[in-house]
Protein backbone atom coordinates (compact mmCIF):
# COMPACT_ATOMS: atom_id res chain seq x y z
CA UNK A 1 0.00 0.00 0.00
CA UNK A 2 1.49 3.43 -0.64
CA UNK A 3 -0.84 5.28 1.85
CA UNK A 4 -1.17 8.82 0.97
CA UNK A 5 0.40 10.27 -1.95
CA UNK A 6 0.74 13.86 -3.21
CA UNK A 7 1.80 15.51 -6.24
CA UNK A 8 3.38 17.45 -7.01
CA UNK A 9 6.08 17.68 -4.38
CA UNK A 10 7.00 21.48 -4.73
CA UNK A 11 5.64 23.97 -7.15
CA UNK A 12 6.74 27.65 -8.03
CA UNK A 13 4.21 29.63 -9.19
CA UNK A 14 4.01 32.92 -9.91
CA UNK A 15 1.05 35.46 -8.65
CA UNK A 16 -2.17 35.11 -10.44
CA UNK A 17 -1.20 32.02 -11.51
CA UNK A 18 -3.40 28.80 -10.98
CA UNK A 19 -2.79 24.97 -10.09
CA UNK A 20 -4.22 21.66 -8.62
CA UNK A 21 -2.39 19.58 -6.03
CA UNK A 22 -3.78 15.94 -6.07
CA UNK A 23 -4.07 13.48 -3.48
CA UNK A 24 -4.62 10.05 -3.43
CA UNK A 25 -5.23 7.56 -0.53
CA UNK A 26 -5.48 3.54 -1.48
CA UNK A 27 -7.10 2.68 2.10
CA UNK A 28 -10.63 3.27 1.31
CA UNK A 29 -10.83 5.78 3.46
CA UNK A 30 -14.30 7.86 3.46
CA UNK A 31 -12.77 11.24 4.88
CA UNK A 32 -9.93 13.21 3.66
CA UNK A 33 -8.69 16.53 4.31
CA UNK A 34 -6.04 19.44 3.42
CA UNK A 35 -4.32 21.19 5.49
CA UNK A 36 -1.52 23.82 5.54
CA UNK A 37 1.46 24.36 7.39
CA UNK A 38 2.95 27.68 8.24
CA UNK A 39 5.82 28.71 10.67
CA UNK A 40 4.97 28.79 14.07
CA UNK A 41 1.38 28.26 13.34
CA UNK A 42 1.05 24.09 13.39
CA UNK A 43 -1.35 22.82 10.50
CA UNK A 44 -4.67 24.78 9.55
CA UNK A 45 -7.45 22.90 8.24
CA UNK A 46 -8.03 24.27 4.49
CA UNK A 47 -11.52 22.35 3.59
CA UNK A 48 -12.55 18.74 4.15
CA UNK A 49 -14.57 15.73 2.74
CA UNK A 50 -16.47 13.36 4.13
CA UNK A 51 -17.21 11.31 1.49
CA UNK A 52 -17.34 11.23 -2.82
CA UNK A 53 -18.99 13.70 -4.35
CA UNK A 54 -18.80 15.72 -0.63
CA UNK A 55 -16.60 18.97 0.51
CA UNK A 56 -16.68 21.58 3.15
CA UNK A 57 -14.96 24.09 4.71
CA UNK A 58 -12.33 24.15 7.26
CA UNK A 59 -10.67 26.86 9.07
CA UNK A 60 -9.20 28.80 6.44
CA UNK A 61 -10.94 27.98 2.75
CA UNK A 62 -10.33 31.60 1.45
CA UNK A 63 -8.63 31.22 -2.07
CA UNK A 64 -9.08 27.78 -2.08
CA UNK A 65 -11.80 25.21 -3.87
CA UNK A 66 -11.63 21.27 -3.77
CA UNK A 67 -13.30 18.36 -6.02
CA UNK A 68 -13.95 14.92 -4.60
CA UNK A 69 -15.04 13.47 -7.35
CA UNK A 70 -13.84 10.20 -6.62
CA UNK A 71 -13.27 8.56 -3.27
CA UNK A 72 -9.62 7.73 -3.40
CA UNK A 73 -8.72 11.14 -4.76
CA UNK A 74 -9.15 14.82 -3.20
CA UNK A 75 -8.07 17.91 -5.39
CA UNK A 76 -6.82 20.93 -4.35
CA UNK A 77 -7.45 24.16 -6.27
CA UNK A 78 -5.53 27.35 -6.37
CA UNK A 79 -7.28 29.80 -8.96
CA UNK A 80 -5.40 33.27 -9.13
CA UNK A 81 -2.16 31.83 -6.55
CA UNK A 82 -0.67 35.23 -3.90
CA UNK A 83 2.10 35.15 -2.05
CA UNK A 84 0.06 34.27 0.82
CA UNK A 85 -0.85 30.80 0.00
CA UNK A 86 3.35 30.43 0.07
CA UNK A 87 2.97 27.31 2.64
CA UNK A 88 3.85 23.41 2.51
CA UNK A 89 0.20 21.74 2.21
CA UNK A 90 -0.63 18.43 3.57
CA UNK A 91 -3.17 15.85 2.43
CA UNK A 92 -4.71 13.36 5.02
CA UNK A 93 -7.50 10.29 5.27
CA UNK A 94 -8.87 8.40 7.37
CA UNK A 95 -11.37 5.72 8.05
CA UNK A 96 -14.24 7.29 10.05
CA UNK A 97 -14.11 11.29 11.64
CA UNK A 98 -15.12 9.63 15.15
CA UNK A 99 -11.53 9.81 17.44
CA UNK A 100 -9.93 8.21 14.62
CA UNK A 101 -6.10 8.26 13.50
CA UNK A 102 -5.33 10.74 10.37
CA UNK A 103 -2.80 8.96 8.11
CA UNK A 104 -0.79 12.32 6.19
CA UNK A 105 0.80 12.53 2.84
CA UNK A 106 4.46 13.73 2.44
CA UNK A 107 3.43 17.37 1.65
CA UNK A 108 4.02 19.96 -1.12
CA UNK A 109 6.10 22.78 -0.83
CA UNK A 110 4.06 25.70 -2.83
CA UNK A 111 6.62 29.29 -3.16
CA UNK A 112 4.22 31.91 -4.86
CA UNK A 113 6.22 34.77 -6.38
CA UNK B 1 -13.02 27.80 19.89
CA UNK B 2 -10.87 24.90 20.41
CA UNK B 3 -7.11 25.40 20.59
CA UNK B 4 -3.79 23.76 21.77
CA UNK B 5 -0.90 25.33 23.09
CA UNK B 6 2.42 23.52 22.93
CA UNK B 7 5.39 25.22 25.02
CA UNK B 8 7.66 27.01 22.87
CA UNK B 9 11.08 25.03 21.58
CA UNK B 10 13.45 24.37 19.95
CA UNK B 11 14.19 21.38 22.75
CA UNK B 12 17.88 20.69 22.52
CA UNK B 13 18.79 17.55 24.72
CA UNK B 14 22.06 14.54 24.71
CA UNK B 15 21.20 11.18 24.01
CA UNK B 16 19.75 9.60 27.16
CA UNK B 17 17.65 12.70 28.18
CA UNK B 18 14.34 12.76 29.90
CA UNK B 19 12.29 14.42 27.88
CA UNK B 20 8.88 16.74 28.39
CA UNK B 21 6.80 18.65 25.95
CA UNK B 22 4.06 20.57 27.22
CA UNK B 23 0.71 20.73 25.61
CA UNK B 24 -2.27 22.22 26.93
CA UNK B 25 -5.90 22.76 25.39
CA UNK B 26 -9.60 24.46 25.48
CA UNK B 27 -12.27 22.46 24.32
CA UNK B 28 -15.58 22.02 24.67
CA UNK B 29 -17.26 18.76 25.68
CA UNK B 30 -15.16 15.84 25.88
CA UNK B 31 -11.92 15.55 22.93
CA UNK B 32 -9.78 13.13 22.03
CA UNK B 33 -5.63 14.06 21.91
CA UNK B 34 -3.29 13.34 19.75
CA UNK B 35 0.35 13.31 19.54
CA UNK B 36 1.78 13.60 15.64
CA UNK B 37 5.49 13.24 15.34
CA UNK B 38 6.78 14.51 11.61
CA UNK B 39 10.27 13.92 10.85
CA UNK B 40 12.65 15.74 8.12
CA UNK B 41 11.33 15.57 5.15
CA UNK B 42 8.26 13.67 5.58
CA UNK B 43 4.01 14.19 6.54
CA UNK B 44 2.87 13.49 10.08
CA UNK B 45 2.43 10.33 11.97
CA UNK B 46 0.39 9.40 14.73
CA UNK B 47 2.45 8.96 18.12
CA UNK B 48 0.05 8.05 20.10
CA UNK B 49 -3.76 8.97 21.38
CA UNK B 50 -6.41 9.53 24.28
CA UNK B 51 -10.16 9.33 24.00
CA UNK B 52 -11.27 9.30 27.62
CA UNK B 53 -9.64 11.04 31.21
CA UNK B 54 -7.34 9.42 32.47
CA UNK B 55 -5.97 7.04 29.47
CA UNK B 56 -2.41 7.15 29.08
CA UNK B 57 -1.36 6.95 25.53
CA UNK B 58 1.84 5.35 24.55
CA UNK B 59 4.38 4.17 22.02
CA UNK B 60 7.98 3.59 21.04
CA UNK B 61 8.55 4.80 24.48
CA UNK B 62 6.94 7.90 24.74
CA UNK B 63 3.66 8.45 27.00
CA UNK B 64 1.27 10.48 27.41
CA UNK B 65 -1.90 10.90 30.11
CA UNK B 66 -5.17 12.32 29.55
CA UNK B 67 -5.55 15.12 32.29
CA UNK B 68 -9.12 16.35 32.47
CA UNK B 69 -8.59 18.26 35.40
CA UNK B 70 -5.21 20.46 34.45
CA UNK B 71 -6.89 20.36 30.45
CA UNK B 72 -3.41 18.75 30.07
CA UNK B 73 -1.80 16.20 27.36
CA UNK B 74 1.71 16.36 28.16
CA UNK B 75 4.75 13.89 26.46
CA UNK B 76 6.97 12.51 28.12
CA UNK B 77 10.38 10.29 27.29
CA UNK B 78 12.63 8.75 29.81
CA UNK B 79 15.49 8.22 27.59
CA UNK B 80 15.56 10.15 23.96
CA UNK B 81 17.91 8.44 21.28
CA UNK B 82 19.22 10.82 18.24
CA UNK B 83 16.50 9.37 16.03
CA UNK B 84 14.03 10.97 17.74
CA UNK B 85 14.80 14.41 16.71
CA UNK B 86 11.74 16.08 15.01
CA UNK B 87 8.84 18.04 15.22
CA UNK B 88 5.97 17.10 18.02
CA UNK B 89 2.41 18.22 17.49
CA UNK B 90 0.27 17.87 20.28
CA UNK B 91 -3.25 17.80 18.52
CA UNK B 92 -7.32 17.21 19.70
CA UNK B 93 -10.90 16.63 17.97
CA UNK B 94 -13.56 17.85 19.66
CA UNK B 95 -17.39 17.58 19.33
CA UNK B 96 -20.22 20.13 18.44
CA UNK B 97 -19.13 21.41 15.44
CA UNK B 98 -16.05 20.97 15.25
CA UNK B 99 -16.82 17.37 15.86
CA UNK B 100 -14.13 15.01 14.26
CA UNK B 101 -11.97 17.93 13.01
CA UNK B 102 -8.16 17.91 14.30
CA UNK B 103 -6.57 20.85 15.76
CA UNK B 104 -3.63 21.02 16.07
CA UNK B 105 -0.78 23.14 18.50
CA UNK B 106 2.02 25.31 16.67
CA UNK B 107 5.16 21.90 17.15
CA UNK B 108 7.96 21.78 19.16
CA UNK B 109 10.90 21.32 17.31
CA UNK B 110 13.36 18.58 19.60
CA UNK B 111 17.02 18.06 18.14
CA UNK B 112 18.75 15.23 20.08
CA UNK B 113 22.56 15.16 20.27
CA UNK B 114 24.86 12.13 20.68
Known amino acids: NAGVTQTPKFRVLKTGQSMTLLCAQD?????MYWYRQDPGMGLRLIHY???????AKGEVPDGYNVSRLKKQNFLLGLESAAPSQTSVYFCASSYSIVQETQYFGPGTRLLVL | GNSVTQMEGPVTLSEEAFLTINCTYTATGYPSLFWYVQYPGEGLQLLLKATKADDKGSNKGFEATYRKETTSFHLEKGSVQVSDSAVYFC?????????????FGQGTILTVHP
Open chain 1, 27 to 31: MNHEY
Open chain 2, 91 to 103: ALTGSGTSYGKLT
Open chain 1, 49 to 55: SVGEGTT
